[in-house]
């Protein structure tokens, strides 16, 4: 059974221009489309500094800020399949889960289809990616500093660079079900689009779209 997971680390996330803040609503949110869109077994867990009612949780050790939170997921599962929690699903995923992922992510959005970017807004492998989180650890410090320009960019950047850019990109894998939102979706949801990844503003509880639920 996958294990599908996001993370929550509370209290206010500062990006660039940009102040986030998530909760344990924002949680349930995901969670309720997960139960909607994802007709086989699995497992919904969330990693976090905090306790969400009708949630299984499991705990944040490190204190990391914001998004390196993540680096957490790699100590806790060999078999997973990663939501942001600003992800908003309008499809039937079941196909994307049940793939037989060894490390698959994102290709940047932003970036001409041949980019090396990784997008680490959903994430999936199976085995034991534990170093990434191991070296990470080693120097946390040092590799948040290094990745915090446009060529390595946040986790995302150090993921990719440990991976040696070695990682099967979602839209090559599952061509059109995973999209953006700022590039995407001007004129509604592409037909057979199964996940739509907000990236930057807005976020969307910011917007009213008729295929977005309420938070």
């Known amino acids: 059974m996958t294990t599908i997971a996001c993370v929550l680390k509370t209290g206010v996330w500062k990006n660039r221009h940009m102040k986030i803040t998530y909760s344990a609503k924002h949680v349930r949110w995901l969670q309720g489309m997960v139960t909607r869109f994802c007709p086989v077994p699995y497992r919904f867990v969330c990693l976090t500094d905090t306790q969400i009612d009708g949630v299984e949780t499991l705990p944040l050790k490190d204190n990391l800020p914001g998004w390196w939170s993540k680096m957490e997921l790699f100590r806790e599962f060999q078999n997973c399949f990663y939501l942001d929690l600003d992800t908003v699903l309008v499809g039937d995923i079941s196909e994307i889960v049940n793939h037989p992922h060894k490390f698959s992510a994102l290709r940047n959005f932003s970036r001409t289809p041949d980019t090396k970017r990784?997008?680490?807004?959903?994430?999936?492998?199976?085995?034991?990616?534990?170093?990434?989180?191991?070296?990470?650890?080693?120097?946390?410090?040092?590799?948040?500093?290094?990745?915090?320009?446009?060529?390595?960019?946040?986790?995302?950047?150090?993921?990719?660079?440990?991976?040696?850019?070695?990682?099967?990109?979602?839209?090559?894998?599952?061509?059109?079900?995973?999209?953006?939102?700022?590039?995407?979706?001007?004129?509604?949801?592409?037909?057979?689009?199964?996940?739509?990844?907000?990236h930057g503003k807005p976020k969307p509880w910011d917007i009213t779209r008729d295929w977005i639920p309420q938070l």
């Open 118 to 198: 990784m997008g680490s807004a959903v994430m999936a492998w199976n085995g034991d990616y534990r170093f990434l989180y191991d070296r990470f650890m080693h120097a946390p410090k040092r590799h948040m500093a290094e990745c915090s320009s446009s060529n390595k960019w946040g986790d995302q950047g150090f993921i990719c660079h440990e991976l040696n850019w070695a990682f099967d990109r979602f839209q090559d894998l599952f061509p059109g079900q995973i999209v953006s939102y700022k590039v995407h979706c001007k004129d509604g949801v592409p037909p057979g689009a199964s996940v739509v990844c907000f």
